[in-house]
């Protein structure tokens, strides 16, 4: 069956180093993924698409790369902030409206 | 544009009520989707539609769930009768495409004692 996961539940880091969240899949042969924000009590907001033929993305200070060899997407956010705080979800075209994975919380300490 | 915009914010109910939940998509959007997010299952997409009509209901839990979109800006997913493993944020989402980037509203936090 298809499955995504994102390496874990829960990620501390210390403000200005780099944070890096992990979305893995599994059974799917997505043309492209998406990463989405969520803080608490609102609903997720989106950051970045990238697609199959990409192997990497910028935002700002968000960096995405795409390895479809290894079924996996990585998310970077460089010199980290405690506004950066909040649970990152990826989520994934197939043949059905995007899947999402159960997102990581991530925790900036100041 | 407001965004999606969803209501109640927040809703609590006893077992067997009925519950029913509203939701005005971004104009122009032609896809509007429902999900429902809880810390066990994350989130899931339990139906969506395109140009107000449902292609896939697949992810509605049981008869219990019914979803409707009588026109363009107005969608609603009812719970008849509510039980309490129903308690979660239920998310309204719409979006131009049915994979392009989805426009989430605030949700709307269910809770069935």
């Known amino acids: 069956s298809q499955k995504i996961e994102q390496n874990s539940e829960a990620l501390n880091i210390q403000e200005g180093k780099t944070a890096t969240l992990t979305c893995n899949y599994t059974?799917?042969?997505?043309?492209?993924l998406q990463w989405y924000r969520q803080d608490p009590g609102r609903g997720p907001v989106f950051l970045l698409l990238i697609r199959e033929n990409e192997k990497e993305k910028r935002k700002e200070r968000l960096k995405v790369t795409f390895d479809t060899t290894l079924k996996q997407s990585l998310f970077h956010i460089t010199a980290s902030q405690p506004a950066d705080s909040a649970t990152y979800l990826c989520?994934?075209?197939?043949?059905?409206?995007?899947?999402f994975g159960k997102g990581t919380r991530l925790s900036v300490i100041a | 544009d407001a965004g999606v915009i969803q209501s109640p914010r927040h809703e609590v109910t006893e077992m067997g009520q009925e519950v029913t939940l509203r939701c005005k998509p971004i104009?122009?959007?032609?896809?509007l989707f429902w999900y429902r997010q809880t810390m066990m299952r994350g989130l899931e997409l339990l139906i969506y539609f395109n140009n107000n009509v449902p292609i896939d209901d697949s992810g509605m839990p049981e008869d219990r769930f019914s979803a409707k979109m009588p026109n363009a800006s107005f969608s609603t997913l009812k719970i008849q009768p509510s039980e309490p493993r129903d308690s979660a944020v239920y998310f309204c989402?719409?979006?131009?495409?049915?994979?392009?980037?989805?426009?989430f509203g605030q949700g709307t936090r269910l809770t069935v004692v």
């Open positions: 989402a719409s979006s131009l495409g049915v994979n392009t980037e989805a426009f």
């Open positions: 059974n799917y042969s997505p043309a492209y």
């Open positions: 104009s122009g959007h032609d896809y």
């Open positions: 989520a994934l075209e197939g043949n059905t409206p995007l899947v």
